[in-house]
């Protein structure tokens, strides 16, 4: 069982950029997909991003494309989430999740962090 710690949350103003950490322990980091999720005020947990072993990644929507990025270090159990041009309607709690597939539905990730909340302020 792997277990997955994130970082990086903060209060930023919009158009600001923040980096978000996932640390992994306890378990084998490398063969997971890793996904990031987010839940802002009064709405339900939506998928980001994921990311495979091999590096290929996948982006939902055209809200994220283009400003967000997701990238990770198997070397360092890590996975990363680059927000850039960061806008009110970002603000949320980000969840990173470990999958065995490549996948944006939200079941079929097994582990996952507690979540770091990310304001941005207009």
């Known amino acids: 069982q792997v277990q997955l710690v994130e970082s990086g949350g903060g209060l930023v103003q919009a158009g600001g950029s923040l980096r978000l950490s996932c640390v992994a322990s306890g378990g084998t980091f490398s063969p997971y997909l890793m996904g990031w999720f987010r839940q802002g005020p009064g709405k339900e947990r939506e998928f980001v991003s994921a990311?495979?072993?091999?590096?290929?990644?996948?982006y939902p929507t055209d809200s994220v494309k283009g400003r967000f990025t997701i990238s990770r270090d198997n070397a360092k159990n890590t996975v990363f989430l680059q927000m850039n041009s960061l806008k009110p309607e970002d603000t949320a709690v980000y969840y990173c999740a470990a999958s065995r597939s490549m996948t944006s539905i939200e079941k079929l990730y097994d582990n996952w962090g507690q979540g770091t909340q990310v304001t941005v302020s207009s």
């Open positions: 990311i495979s072993r091999s590096g290929a990644t996948m």
